[in-house]
């Protein structure tokens, strides 16, 4: 995760994760922001402020961000796995399905990915 970063924006990358995951969305866009100010183009960072940004019920903006970001690092587990989960949360369970697919291709071993893939293979049966 936040791959090519140096190490301050690494770390400011872990506390958008972190954000993400303990519901502190301002904190964790303020992080990203910092980090998109030196690289505007780190995908990564781009498909996570676009996840926050959907918590916070700004889902056009977050789609877009996450396929900005995923067009920007094509081959980021991180990205593929941002965009199945903004899939998710709107029910999409087929795109979220492929999203996840791409992900694993990626990183064969995340236990998330593969958690994720399989609670919706559940669901979709």
């Not at 916070?56 to 877009?64: I, N």
């Not at 995923?70 to 965009?83: A, I, R």
Request: some cysteine; proline content about 3%.
């Amino acid at each position: 995760m936040g791959a090519s970063l140096p190490p301050k924006e690494a770390n400011l990358f872990k506390l958008i994760v972190k954000s993400y995951e303990t519901k502190q969305y301002k904190k964790g866009l303020k992080a990203a922001d910092a980090i998109l100010k030196k690289f505007p183009d780190h995908g990564e960072t781009l498909s996570m402020k676009g996840l926050t940004l959907n918590c916070m019920d700004r889902k056009s903006e977050a789609y877009e961000l996450v396929r900005q970001g995923l067009k920007n690092d094509l081959k980021s587990h991180v990205c593929w796995h941002v965009y199945g989960l903004l899939y998710r949360s709107d029910r999409e369970y087929r795109e979220a399905i492929k999203c996840y697919r791409n992900a694993l291709r990626i990183d064969p071993d995340n236990i998330e990915i593969l958690r994720d893939l399989s609670l919706l293979q559940l669901l979709k049966n």
